[in-house]
């Protein structure tokens, strides 16, 4: 085990040697590599690479009711992973909504992710979507951009909610 301590780092830089020393016994060799490699293989939440797989669970069809001053955003949330994962809420126009719901693979469903007044505002920002998966409890957060139309009477309404499978993050 190398002794990496002030004091004897210290010595050393007055000795003219290397200031660290490196334990040889932590070097890594190919039977370790190997040990790395078949972990990986065993995990279902890894790639053959080493990369993490993100499973991809986005809103896939908008849909905006209103009557009069009041408005509701219902959506179909779609899991496109071979995993199960928990829906945990989606934050959306300054809302947070619990959705609390398990979803199967390749399943969807649909769900009241807003209310409010009729918008009459183009929205800012992004919704942002946030599951897990149940298995291993690993929670995502996948960001969609907001999609909107202004109607004749200065209305607006929301027609997508527009995901990029590559802004997927780990919360």
Known sequence: MANN?????????????????VDKTAQKSPESDNHVAAAHADNLYI??????????????HCNMHMSGEH????????NESPFEVELDSITLL????????PLRPHSSREFKI???????QD???VAELRYKIIDNTDYF???????????SDGVVTISELRCSTNRITDV
């Open 5 to 21: 301590g002030a004091w004897e780092v210290f010595k050393r830089v007055l000795q003219g040697k290397p200031a660290f020393e």
């Open 71 to 78: 408005a509701q955003l219902w959506a179909d949330i779609h």
């Open 47 to 60: 790639e053959q690479s080493g990369k993490k797989i993100y499973p991809v669970v986005r809103v896939t």
């Open 141 to 151: 957060m996948n960001p969609h951009d907001i999609i909107a139309n202004r109607q």
């Open 114 to 120: 807003w209310e409010g007044h009729v918008l009459h």
């Open 94 to 101: 300054g809302a947070k909504t619990e959705l609390d719901y």
């Open 123 to 125: 929205p800012q920002g």
